[in-house]
């Protein structure tokens, strides 16, 4: 079956401009997580979501950061006003439930801000 | 969560069994070990985890010392496609998130 896609693969944004990033989830998957991966590091926890609520958004770095899901599926993450240290690969994912021990991965959006 | 140690890089031949290392001396009764890998410019991909015994699928087999600070992930035959980050991660059951480490390159040569 379909995994997890995200779109776009890349982006390049001018500074102080706001992007949105997708992820569409696999079909079923009631759990969905963000990330980011900066050149050469760890993934940064963002944000979680079981159904459409968001019990854990400890990992936003700053409220320029924000993300929502509607009907239990697609989500949208958005950046205002983006910054240069925002660049990053922003990868999604998603499991059966939360505390799931296999994660989904998506291949990720590149986020070039210039 | 425990911490981890992982060497930054290994090499393995083709063909051999590649043994990544991990040491998590701080795990706590309730922690599963968790392997993930992630090939370049790809997202992490679940290889196996355990508790206490040891594990074996498809991918790999998961050695856990019996006091559970250090465990082995064993890779029997590496491919070139086996090339990659591998993270271990030590969580308890009711987790929502990872953190990953830097974990260990793996590099398969031919």
């Known amino acids: 079956g379909a995994g997890v896609s995200q779109s776009p693969s890349n982006k390049v944004t001018e500074k102080g401009k706001d992007v949105e990033l997708r992820c569409d989830p696999i079909?079923?998957?009631?759990?969905l997580y963000w990330y980011r991966q900066s050149l050469g590091q760890g993934l940064e926890f963002l944000i979680y979501?079981?159904?459409?609520?968001?019990?854990?958004k400890s990992g936003l770095p700053s409220d320029r950061f924000s993300a929502e899901r509607t009907g239990g599926s697609v989500s949208t993450l958005t950046i205002q006003r983006t910054q240069q240290e925002d660049s990053a690969v922003y990868l999604c994912?998603?499991?059966?439930?939360?505390?799931?021990?296999?994660?989904?991965f998506g291949p990720g959006t590149r986020l070039t801000v210039t | 969560d425990a911490k981890t140690t992982q060497p930054p890089s290994m090499d393995c031949a083709e063909g051999r069994a590649a043994n990544l290392p991990c040491n998590h001396s701080t795990i706590s009764g309730n922690e599963y070990v968790y392997w993930y890998r992630q090939i370049h410019s790809q997202g992490p991909q679940y290889i196996i985890h355990?508790?206490?015994n040891n594990e074996t699928n498809e991918m790999a087999s998961l050695i856990i010392t019996e006091d559970r600070k250090s465990s082995t992930l064993i890779l029997p035959h590496a491919t070139l496609r086996d090339t990659a980050v591998y993270y271990c991660?030590?969580?308890?059951?009711?987790?929502?998130?990872?953190?990953f480490g830097s974990g260990t390159k793996l590099n398969v040569k031919p």
């Open positions: 991660i030590p969580l308890s059951y009711n987790f929502n998130k990872f953190y």
């Open positions: 355990g508790l206490k």
């Open positions: 979501f079981q159904g459409n609520s968001a019990p854990d």
């Open positions: 079909s079923g998957h009631t759990a």
């Open positions: 994912a998603s499991s059966w439930r939360q505390g799931s021990y296999e994660q989904y």
